[in-house]
């Protein structure tokens, strides 16, 4: 479960990832192994996860191909703008996502423009948030690929729960994202504010919401990579 809201334009540190190291090397996730198989993916430096209830941490430096987590991305003059909205439809497509199942709202119709804007993942847009989980759950059971939601903050979120519950029992993995109000309303009962992290994390495997937009290529392949891994889950 992701929580985030990308609404500013920031530049990108310069960031140096070096050749990925052997297997033996990644702490026994074999993190390397999934990095040769998917050349063109970028794992994080360091991955922090959950597997069988259990956390554990692994660090896989990763070979310089063109991934979303966190370095700069060259342009003209050797540093230019992208958008959280980008980065975020850049990500699912390296997951190689084709389907999401979305909700539009004030807080992620930015992202929805995104996707709008481009060919390469369906967005089934179902009549309500409830539905569309069960939908990204049947999605995911049916295929065998991980299910993805996109919905906004507040109740947008909250309508996710009981979805969640069932896919975390039923172990079929998900990775939702979710709206939130700007950082400097949280905590300040805004209008749609919830801790949907907090709510969630008894049913799902890894939840966090995403500060920094240098982080959000780094935080989706974590997601991803936790709802394969281990006992499959949201």
């Known amino acids: 479960m992701l929580g985030a ?79 959280g909205n980008k980065l975020l439809v850049k990500a699912l497509k390296e997951e190689r996502v084709d389907t999401l199942f979305g909700y539009p709202g004030a807080c992620t119709i930015d992202i929805s423009d995104e996707l709008y804007k481009q060919g390469d993942i369906k967005v089934i847009l179902p009549r309500h948030e409830q539905a569309l989980v069960h939908e990204a759950d049947a999605y995911a059971r049916s295929t065998g690929k991980v299910g993805v ?31 939130q109000v700007a950082r400097h309303l949280i905590g300040n009962d805004a209008f749609q504010e919830v801790d949907i992290v907090g709510i969630t994390r008894s049913i799902t495997k890894y939840g966090v919401t995403v500060h920094r937009r240098e982080e959000l290529g780094r935080i989706i392949k974590e997601a991803f990579y936790i709802a394969r891994s281990g006992k499959p889950g949201p």
């Open 149 to 179: 939601c996109l919905v906004t903050s507040g109740p947008g979120a909250t309508n996710l729960v009981t979805g969640l519950a069932t896919a975390n029992y039923d172990s079929v993995p998900l990775v939702c994202f979710t709206g």
């Open 5 to 83: 809201s990308f609404l500013f334009h920031r530049e990108l540190r310069s960031y140096e990832i070096k050749n990925a190291p052997h297997g033996s090397h990644c702490g026994g996730v074999e993190a390397a192994a999934e990095a040769a198989r998917r050349r063109r993916r970028i794992l994080p430096n360091r991955i922090f996860y959950i597997a069988d209830g259990y956390v554990r941490q692994s660090r896989c430096l990763t070979r310089k191909h063109g991934g979303v987590g966190e370095r700069n991305v060259e342009g003209g003059n050797g540093m230019r703008k992208i958008s």
